[in-house]
């Protein structure tokens, strides 16, 4: 069991930043990735970005390319994902998972993480 909090979510204008932090706890070494997705009402949720665990790479939606970086703290037990030039097309809940069982290439798919945070709410005003 991996238990996942975010927070840092907010009520920002366009063109500020916000910085996202994920709290993981539990059987944390069993993790192949880790995952920020978003989910807009009445939309699917949506790939945002991902740390592949061994290796630190990372990979992003091309909505949010170069606009946003993921990252980690050095005890590997909180990620981060840094926003910049905020849209009101990013206003969504952001959601944090880890995999387990997750497969490279595969990494940007949902369905392949196991476990999942509550959400953090983003709303970007125009």
């Known amino acids: 069991q991996v238990d996942l909090v975010e927070s840092g979510g907010g009520l920002v204008q366009t063109g500020a930043s916000l910085r996202l932090s994920c709290g993981a706890s539990g059987r944390t070494g069993s993790r192949r990735a880790m995952g920020w997705f978003r989910q807009a009402p009445g939309k699917e949720r949506e790939f945002v970005a991902r740390?592949?665990?061994?290796?630190?790479?990372?990979a992003y939606a091309d909505s949010v390319k170069g606009r946003v970086t993921m990252s980690r703290s050095n005890d590997k037990n909180t990620v981060f994902l840094q926003m910049d030039n905020l849209k009101p097309e990013d206003t969504a809940t952001y959601y944090c998972?880890?995999?387990?069982?997750?497969?490279?290439?595969?990494?940007?798919?949902?369905?392949?993480?196991?476990?999942w945070g509550r959400g953090t709410q983003v709303t970007v005003s125009s």
């Open positions: 740390i592949w665990w061994s290796t630190g790479g990372t």
């Open positions: 998972a880890a995999g387990i069982t997750t497969i490279l290439s595969a990494s940007t798919d949902a369905r392949g993480y196991t476990y």
